[in-house]
């Protein structure tokens, strides 16, 4: 009987990862970031001049879970060049922060984080799956769009695109 249970786990595994919402935008779409209020706010100014990865998420998404490691090194070797910005998508779960802190402790998260994505997805629209990922070049426009978790190579292009290796 568990053989025939594991389709059905499965289905509802992949339909909780999907979010409902419009298309995030297309690589060479310009994007003109608001102010976002993250646990520390991220004036737009501190975006100027910078990548911005837009990373988003949800705690109990186990591909999300492999991305976050990966996330944080790309921050930490990167940071003079680019911002990791993490965006929570389980607003209305009143346990919310409380989830994210412990993400954020657990996979030692130094950038900022998102808890309600409302004014980001007005401008910018909202991902199909989880994890997904929009990283925005010095001049505001999208440079990749990324739906899935990311492997070493998407991490290796990321970070070389922020130091100006690829166009």
């Given at each position: 009987?568990?053989?025939?249970?594991?389709?059905?786990?499965?289905?509802?595994?992949?339909?909780?990862?999907?979010?409902?919402?419009?298309?995030?935008?297309?690589?060479?779409?310009?994007?003109?970031?608001?102010?976002?209020?993250?646990?520390?706010?991220?004036?737009?100014?501190?975006l100027e001049?910078?990548?911005?990865?837009?990373?988003?998420?949800?705690?109990?998404?186990?591909?999300?879970?492999?991305?976050?490691?990966?996330?944080?090194?790309?921050?930490?070797?990167?940071?003079?060049?680019?911002?990791?910005?993490?965006?929570?998508?389980?607003?209305?779960?009143?346990?919310?922060?409380?989830?994210?802190?412990?993400?954020?402790?657990?996979?030692?998260?130094?950038?900022?984080?998102?808890?309600?994505?409302?004014?980001?997805?007005?401008?910018?629209g909202k991902?199909?799956?989880?994890?997904?990922?929009?990283?925005?070049?010095?001049?505001?426009?999208?440079?990749?769009?990324?739906?899935?978790?990311?492997?070493?190579?998407?991490?290796?292009?990321?970070?070389?695109?922020?130091?100006?290796?690829?166009?």
């Amino acid at each position: 009987m568990r053989f025939f249970r594991w389709p059905a786990c499965l289905a509802a595994l992949l339909l909780a990862c999907a979010v409902h919402a419009a298309p995030l935008p297309v690589k060479g779409q310009a994007v003109s970031l608001p102010a976002l209020a993250a646990a520390a706010q991220v004036p737009a100014k501190a975006l100027e001049g910078k990548v911005v990865v837009l990373a988003w998420f949800a705690t109990w998404c186990p591909f999300c879970m492999h991305e976050a490691p990966q996330l944080q090194r790309l921050y930490t070797a990167n940071a003079q060049r680019l911002l990791v910005i993490g965006v929570n998508i389980e607003h209305g779960d009143r346990e919310q922060a409380a989830k994210v802190k412990q993400w954020t402790a657990r996979f030692g998260w130094k950038f900022p984080v998102l808890l309600d994505a409302g004014a980001l997805e007005n401008v910018i629209g909202k991902p199909k799956g989880l994890p997904a990922l929009v990283v925005l070049g010095r001049d505001g426009t999208v440079h990749q769009v990324e739906s899935g978790e990311m492997l070493d190579e998407d991490v290796d292009d990321i970070a070389a695109f922020a130091r100006g290796a690829l166009p």
